[in-house]
């Protein structure tokens, strides 16, 4: 399943042969939009909890605050999975790792790790998830 409501705003697919989500937000998206859509998809497929994400921010100019970030964890903590997930960050910006810390606390079992790029977020999930 994907949704796109414009390739320069938010952009998400559901790989669930992979237990992925990827998300992609674009210059013009509203973080607001991507916690509404989110929260949406977590009350219809609570099992994308159990997923690992790549979160594509290279393009994104836009800000989150920590308030948005808890309604996605508080949706989140009932459905989190057993075993550790991931979500990675494809981000330029020398300052996300803090951000990343802090969402490691609000997301029980749930790791963010912060990549230069999407395809080595892509790339050490692969690894991970094959034992490498």
Known sequence: MSACASPDLIWREVAHA??????????????RHMVADFRELMRR???IATYDYVCDLTAFRGDAFAADVGEIASDYGPHA????????????????HLWA???????????HLVFPS???????????????
């Open 18 to 31: 992979q237990r992925r989500v990827f998300v992609r937000l674009g210059p013009r998206a509203h973080f």
């Open 45 to 47: 497929e609570p099992v």
């Open 81 to 96: 999975a057993g075993e550790p997930t991931y979500t990675c960050f494809a981000t330029s910006d020398p300052h996300f």
């Open 101 to 111: 810390r802090a969402m490691d606390e609000m997301f029980r079992g749930r790791k």
């Open 118 to 132: 999407v395809r080595d977020c892509s790339t050490f999930l692969e690894d991970v998830r094959a034992g490498r």
